[in-house]
């Protein structure tokens, strides 16, 4: 694959698409495709179906209104690396590795002096898929560790178009190299330098390259006649937010609309692609995002969680609350709402479903099967944890929600200007200390009070909250008497292990020379 | 009509519409039925279709589909009476007297022992519409005045089901009346005692009776072939809320979302009756609200705002940004949205001009024809005053939204537990006194920020600000010039003009012996 592939006219490629398909037969109906489109920071909030004021979702309301809508999805964490290992592992962070225990109850991720990444001993959903013959492929980004083992081809899939972490810089070589992107194994250039992002304007093609990537792959792989697992994460929504110069400017909500906008037509692109290639009715199609939005980084560069508390970093509805829609012509109901609890870790078990696999079953699988409501639209009763780095911060059952501990984030944080719930502060919940209530836990009602904000009275007079209670205490003790972490791979912090010299670098030009190995515990504030 | 009415089978209903109407010929298009659905209190995002996370309004969701959505449709005044006022009048509430001088900035309205009610010198929308023959009534809640003189049989209303007042209660008939209930120009009864609702279970079947009030004019004025205005505003989400038996603790959300319920499946029979009727083709419907949800009747009695900044009695988006959807089919595109900023006052312009009539010439109508977005969705530039009482409080002109005086409520009032913005707090802005921003204004781009909570940097340096400040001075110092306030109207009480003898109170025996006539000018906390 070149780097210019991507430039390649699409009227051309949907030429040799009818031309070449004419003679291709339909793919395995008991293997389907399956696309998960993930996307970064974007909020529940950001979708015209969910609420968006500004209304500039077309496709993605389109695509609620052909498939089904979850409004009560949820991610395993409110932060992008956990999250992403979550749903790849079918596994909550606490289980996969993917925390730290340098502290108590913080969010970790994978910024280039991490140490770790995800752990080998874990099994990657494309791995398993590999089984049935499915081709895999991450376009975006991986964000599960950016050391060679830890890369995308080392843990099942077949192909990558992306980057292992954020695409924050632009950096000076001499202090932090910016971020490589890899096309499978090696680089192919840096943000910044071959794949620019200009900081002022905001102007960056790479969604164009991330939806010309996925709709390539789609081809070949429709082509061949092999299902394929296409697994898509641009990243357009993630501060510094970027979109095209077509998309700059269109949006009623500046930059942050702009881009997305260009992710709602990269959607309604890929969508229509699978009509045109005739695969729709057996292509499995997933949009959801890794946490809710980055509210700490301002109206210009976050988008919104609608009426829910919080956002990104937090375990208020407004961190963990994802939009989720899915999408199978012909076997998902249009236009349905499915008010299960669903997670992103349910694409795991849910993909292999699908696929006709099973999950492992050597370990504890947090996933749960969504065919029953896909098809049938049924109710599974389950618990969703949210956790905030090593700590069950709350548990939701049915629809309550008990906090057994809250905490927005630190003072000092706070009042430097860091702020997850910007214009929000609820008394005894938006704590900026991390409370404990675990003999007495906050309870929520998210029916009528999605907002969080008012705790239903306790005490032995309330029977609500004590039936409540003693429903949701059965299930944290049977969830933490069974837990057996997983050994944490966020603790460690090196600036020898950042992108200095990735593979590739040297065809490039492009290797910088790594500074002495000095590991730190890594500081995680939130 | 017999109070019975209501409760014929709507089955024989069926029959008989259908068998009668089989030599009824089309009505005259050029005079469209128009009907106006108000709701009480409901709030922008009690809609599934504008975010509220139950998604259970599928017949308004439906509604939007087969219609226009205006995300940025506004009341006139934060609270129920007069922006009832203004959507008869087509005129601001400082013009047509419905507001107050006894405070700065405090919201009135029309509780029992106000003296005042709509003035005779303003022109409400029916008394124009009989002009070209029109047949008006007016379904729940009146709320311009409950003395005789104001009534809506005195405003060219021909007919009237409902109650002058809100449906608090109940109360002890020596101190309070209850509110009766009037069936054209007089009271059948009265709440809590031949209209029941109960406080305990929030039981009340008053949205059936509603419902079928409407059908019944519906029908009757089909069968006369005289094009119809029908102001249908039931009042169940409004505290204390109610719904009927089949929709109690049928929401997720509680009794207030079983209230939402009953009102979307109304709305939805309403629409399905025009269709079985032959006339939906030839009926204008526009569903919205009187102002934002009353945040301070708690998560048991109130609705949402969605994203929005505060509720009712409040100029934040979250006070005065209503649900707002339009509906003709074969007229009205289906399934668009238009981002034409709107206004309950435009109902009136748009009413008349739909009826082939002139507004009157003599006034100023801050009502805008909405016509050309509804039929082309073509956008006309206009401001939106925000007005609280006697001050203008806001103006948004585009994106923009310019504070010129923030209020959320008294510390005094706060502090006793009643608040306007629960659980959110956004500095210098939600002000618990009343700040002044008039040299400064508090400028807001509603885009980026519906939630209000960045105001854009001021000062020489901020080009932005500067470029929004001039024009919004243009218009702001235009409507400040130009405006006439009219003759307050809300200022005066008097516990002897209580509910204590409606006319037919006779007949029922139920007549009560008002007080001493001893006027107050009323106090106005908000």
Not at 128 to 157: A, N
């Amino acid at each position: 694959l070149e780097m210019g592939n991507w430039r390649s006219g699409s009227a051309a490629l949907l030429f040799w698409a009818l031309f070449a398909l004419r003679t291709v037969e339909p793919q395995n109906v008991s293997a389907p495709n399956i696309i998960i489109m993930i996307m970064d920071d974007m909020g529940w909030g950001d979708l015209g179906v969910f609420g968006q004021p500004s209304k500039e979702t077309p496709n993605l309301d389109m695509m609620a209104s052909q498939g089904m809508l979850f409004p009560d999805f949820y991610t395993a964490n409110p932060l992008c690396s956990p999250s992403r290992a979550a749903l790849l592992t079918g596994r909550l962070p606490i289980r996969n590795g993917f925390y730290t225990t340098n502290a108590h109850a913080r969010n970790a991720y994978t910024p280039q002096e991490i140490v770790g990444g995800i752990s080998k001993e874990e099994i990657l959903l494309p791995e398993i898929l590999k089984k049935r013959g499915y081709v895999s492929k991450i376009v975006g980004k991986w964000h599960l560790g950016h050391r060679e083992q830890y890369l995308p081809l080392e843990r099942g899939f077949d192909q990558w178009f992306g980057s292992p972490n954020c695409h924050f810089g632009p950096y000076n070589t001499s202090y932090r190299p910016n971020i490589p992107v890899y096309n499978n194994s090696e680089m192919i250039g840096r943000y910044y330098e071959e794949f620019e992002i200009d900081e002022r304007t905001g102007e960056s093609n790479l969604t164009q390259i991330y939806l010309q990537e996925g709709l390539d792959f789609i081809f070949q792989q429709t082509l061949a006649r092999q299902p394929f697992f296409l697994y898509w994460a641009p990243d357009a929504t993630h501060a510094p937010v970027y979109a095209s110069k077509h998309f700059l400017g269109k949006s009623q909500r500046g930059r942050y609309g702009d881009a997305v906008m260009e992710l709602d037509y990269s959607v309604g692109q890929i969508l229509a692609w699978l009509v045109t290639l005739g695969i729709d009715k057996n292509t499995f199609v997933f949009f959801t995002s890794d946490n809710g939005a980055a509210l700490m980084s301002g109206p210009k560069q976050s988008g919104s969680n609608g009426p829910f508390l919080c956002g990104k970093e937090t375990t208020f509805e407004g961190g963990m609350r994802e939009p989720a829609i899915a999408w199978w012509p012909g076997h998902i109901p249009a236009g349905t709402v499915s008010y299960q609890l669903g997670s992103v870790m349910d694409l795991f078990t849910t993909s292999l479903t699908l696929a006709g696999l099973a999950a492992p079953f050597d370990r504890v699988i947090d996933g749960l099967d969504l065919t029953p409501s896909l098809f049938n639209n049924s109710m599974t009763d389950r618990p969703i944890f949210y956790y905030r780095g090593n700590q069950m911060m709350a548990v939701r059952v049915g629809p309550y929600k008990a906090h057994y501990w809250t905490w927005s984030n630190s003072w000092e944080e706070f009042n430097k200007g860091i702020n997850f719930c910007p214009g929000q502060e609820v008394t005894g919940v938006t704590t900026h200390t991390q409370q404990e209530h675990t003999m007495q836990p906050l309870i929520i009602h998210l029916g009528r009070d999605p907002g969080e904000k008012y705790p239903i009275r306790y005490g032995v007079l309330s029977k609500e909250y004590q039936t409540v209670l003693s429903r949701v205490t059965l299930i944290v003790e049977e969830h933490q008497k069974t837990l057996v972490p997983g050994q944490p791979q966020l603790n460690m912090c090196d600036l020898a292990v950042m992108n200095w010299a990735p593979p590739g670098c040297e065809r490039l030009g492009k290797c910088l020379k790594p500074p002495q190995s000095q590991p730190w515990k890594c500081d995680w504030p939130h």
